[in-house]
């Protein structure tokens, strides 16, 4: 009987022994297809942090560093074409409010540089905006002295963004309900001060200032640059043309161009190349082509976001990393704060 029963506990036994053996076998052989799996995923990750590094590293310019061969290179990435700007008939100039040169011009011997200049050349440009029939205030535009904030951040050029464009300007015309974090959303003019001897070089800086509105902006862009003395410069962009003074015109002839594109432009601060009337569409079509030229030509902010937080992850050091990831995030945010976070962004960053 005692044998019986201890033959019985035996097989028993036996049987779970083998059990026990086929669940181990079972769970090594689910443990090492996850391994495969794991290491599949990481060889893949691998793969695309080799891709990202082995992308050529964009080309990062500053427009005050800005040369007449990388102000081509950016209008012809942008797939634009250089051509000169016909000039309004001087006796439209002559019959029009605007103030004569002699009340818009600055003498540079009261200012030691340009910062010192833009206070004064920012009240006068008001001044010529009203004479010249632009709303200024309530229901109309503001002009905002910019020149301590950097206005063009990060901005991609070119189908790979290999080229990267940030600086300053010194005064905007926005309208006047836009508020100070949507101001580069809704430029109309931008008005750039340079000293008598800095403005006869400055055309290639002015080329890469009228891009980065153009980029930034849902309203179609135009540039001004001028020495407060001697002329200015103005350019603009229209289908597929980047249009430019072929050379300096009278500051009058400046103001009487500005005024006439700004009471022909929207005040709007809601406005949205996409969100406009067909009659609008069709009175200013040319100038909507050409805003939507510039945007089209550059790759979108998830791209170039992407690419430099996939980098900072490499980093071991955690505070350095951090850092990383939130010099990415700020650089390539504030120009494109009309498109959310990317949602691969924010679910690994929150």
């Known amino acids: 009987m005692l044998f019986s029963l201890g033959l019985v506990a035996l097989v028993h036994l036996c049987y779970f022994l ?3 053996v086929v669940i181990v076998n079972e769970l090594q052989k689910m443990s090492l297809k996850m391994d495969e799996q794991a290491a599949e995923q990481a060889a893949g990750l691998q793969a695309v942090k080799e891709e990202v590094r082995s992308t050529k590293a964009p080309k990062k310019v500053t427009l005050s560093s800005m040369t007449a061969t990388t102000a081509t290179r950016i209008v012809e990435a942008s797939n634009l074409s250089r051509v000169e700007m016909d000039e309004p008939a001087a ?3 002559a019959d ?3 103030p004569a040169d002699a009340d818009c011009s600055i003498d540079w011997n009261d200012y030691h540089d340009e910062p010192a200049a833009t206070p004064a050349v920012r009240d006068k440009l008001e001044r010529l905006l009203r004479a010249g029939g632009v709303l200024i205030g309530r229901g109309g535009y ?3 002295d910019v020149h301590n904030d950097m206005l063009f951040n990060s901005l991609p050029f070119g189908a790979a963004g290999d080229l990267v464009l940030s600086g300053k300007t010194d005064i ?3 309208p006047y309900k836009s508020s100070a974090g949507g101001y580069g959303r809704q430029l109309r003019l931008v008005y750039d001060l340079k000293t008598t001897e800095a403005f006869a070089t400055s055309a290639p800086i002015q080329v890469g200032q009228q891009l980065a509105a153009s980029r930034i902006s ?6 001004v640059f001028s020495d407060q003395s001697t002329g200015a410069r103005v350019t603009v962009i229209k289908g597929k043309a980047f249009e430019e003074t072929p050379k300096p015109v009278s500051l009058q002839c400046a103001g009487y161009m500005m005024c006439e594109f700004l009471k022909s432009a929207s005040s709007d601060a809601t406005y949205t190349l ?3 009337s067909e009659e609008d569409r069709g009175a200013a079509a040319s100038l909507i082509v050409g805003a939507h030229m510039v945007k089209d030509a550059a790759p979108p902010v998830s791209d170039m976001l992407l690419r430099e937080l996939e980098l900072a992850d490499d980093i071991v050091d955690p505070i350095v990393r951090a850092s990383e990831r939130y010099r990415a995030l700020h650089s390539h945010m504030p120009w494109e704060f009309a498109t959310p976070i990317p949602d691969k962004v924010s679910s690994m960053y929150g």
């Open 142 to 144: 503001k002009v905002v």
């Open 96 to 98: 029009c409010n605007v």
């Open 172 to 174: 905007i015309v926005v």
């Open 274 to 276: 996409e969100a406009i």
């Open 91 to 93: 006796s439209l100039v």
């Open 18 to 20: 083998c059990a026990d």
């Open 218 to 223: 849902q309203h179609p862009v135009m540039t």
